[in-house]
C-alpha cells in the first residue's frame, strides 16, 4: 500500500473539486436572487404588482423573484418573473418603471411564451429614472439619475449581468417599451426621436420610412400608427443588416409592423446597443408600442410584434438576430 502510485485518488479529488467549482458557477446567476411568495408581493413596494392586485389569475404560473444591489452610486431593485413550466423561453425585459403596459404585456408574454422576465422597480411613484448619484453606463462623469437602459455597459458589470445571466441558452432578449407620441420637431409637441418615419421628411409633409426603417405591409389600424416599430440592431462597419437580419426585418414589417434596423457606431448604454457590440451572438428584438391610456391596448401592440418576430425570425427554435 505504501508503494501504491496515489495517480487514482488524486484524479478523483481533482474531480470532485472541479464538480464542486462547476456547480457552484451554475448557481451564480440565482444566488442573489430572492424567492417571494403571493403573500409578500406588497412588501416590494412596486406599482406594478399594486395596480395588477385585483386582476384574477395575474401571475398564475409565474414565480417571483427579487435582487436588490448597488453599483456606481445607485441602489437597485429588479423583479423577476419566471414561468413555472416553461423557464426555458426569452428573457423579457422592462428597464423602465414608468411604462405600465410594457410591464403587463411582459407577464402575458411570459405566459404565452415561457421564459424568464424581468423589471425595474424605481418604487413608489414608478419613475423613469434611477434616483442616485455616480457613473451611468457610457454617460461621461457623474450624474444625479440613471436611465435603466442607458446603463448597459462594461462599467455596470453588476447591472449588466443581473439581466443576461437569466438568458437560457439560445435564446433570445426581447425587450419591452412604451413610446410618446410623434417625436420631437414634429410640430404636434412629440418627444424624442423614435419613430418609424423620417422626420425631415415628415416635416415637408412626405411619409416615407426612415434610414433602415420598413413600413408595414397592411397593417392593422391599431398597428399603423408610426409610434409603433419593432427593432433590431447592426454594426454601423457591416454597411448594411447581416442577410438573416433583413430578411427578419422584412418578415416582421410583412406581418404587418414597422420595422427599423438600428444603425449602431458606438454605444448609447442600450440593451440593443450593448449586445451588438460586445455580445453579438446573442438574438436582440425591441418591441415599440404607442402609448396609451387604454393600457390593454398599448399590450396588445406588443404582443403583435412579439409574435410577428418569434414567427417571422425562427431558424429551428432560435430566433435570428
Known amino acids: ?42 412588501q416590494l413596494a412596486d406599482d406594478d404588482l399594486r ?8 401571475l398564475d404560473g409565474i414565480s417571483v423573484a427579487e435582487r436588490r444591489f448597488s453599483e456606481n452610486g445607485f441602489d437597485w431593485h429588479l423583479i423577476r418573473f419566471t414561468n413555472v413550466a416553461k423557464p426555458d423561453g426569452p428573457l423579457w425585459m422592462v428597464p423602465h418603471d414608468d411604462e405600465n403596459a410594457a410591464f403587463d404585456a411582459m407577464i402575458a408574454a411570459v405566459k404565452d411564451h415561457g421564459g424568464v422576465g424581468i423589471a425595474v422597480n424605481s418604487g413608489p411613484g414608478s419613475l423613469r429614472r434611477q434616483a442616485g448619484y455616480g457613473v451611468c453606463g457610457v454617460r461621461p462623469g457623474k450624474a444625479s439619475s440613471c436611465d435603466p437602459n442607458r446603463n448597459f455597459d462594461e462599467r455596470t458589470p453588476l447591472f449588466t449581468s443581473a439581466f443576461l445571466s437569466q438568458r437560457a441558452e439560445g435564446q433570445p432578449v426581447i425587450a419591452l417599451h412604451t413610446n410618446t407620441h410623434g417625436f420631437s420637431g414634429d410640430g404636434k409637441g412629440g418627444r424624442g426621436e423614435i419613430t ?41 462597419g457591416a454597411g448594411k443588416p447581416p442577410e438573416d437580419t433583413a430578411k427578419c426585418g422584412q418578415a416582421i414589417a410583412n406581418a404587418g409592423v414597422h420595422f427599423w434596423h438600428e444603425r449602431v457606431g458606438q454605444s448609447d448604454g442600450s440593451m440593443s446597443n450593448y449586445l451588438i457590440l460586445n455580445q453579438p451572438e446573442i438574438p436582440y428584438f425591441n418591441a415599440e408600442s404607442r402609448a396609451d391610456i387604454d393600457l390593454a391596448l398599448s399590450a396588445s401592440r406588443h404582443a403583435a410584434m412579439v409574435n410577428a418576430y418569434l414567427d417571422g425570425c425562427v431558424s429551428g427554435n432560435k430566433p435570428a438576430p
Open 196 to 236: 418609424i418615419v423620417d422626420r425631415d421628411a415628415y416635416r415637408r409633409g412626405e411619409i416615407k420610412a426612415r434610414a433602415g426603417g420598413i413600413l408595414a405591409v397592411d397593417p392593422q389600424p391599431h398597428m399603423a400608427n408610426y409610434d409603433t416599430i419593432g427593432l433590431t440592431a447592426y454594426l454601423a
Open 1 to 42: 500500500m505504501l508503494y501504491e502510485p496515489p495517480m487514482r485518488i488524486i484524479l478523483l479529488t481533482l474531480f470532485a473539486s472541479f464538480a464542486t467549482l462547476l456547480s457552484s458557477s451554475a448557481r451564480t446567476a440565482d444566488d442573489d436572487w430572492v424567492a417571494i411568495t403571493p403573500a409578500s408581493y406588497s
Open 51 to 58: 395596480r395588477n392586485n385585483d386582476v384574477a389569475g395575474f
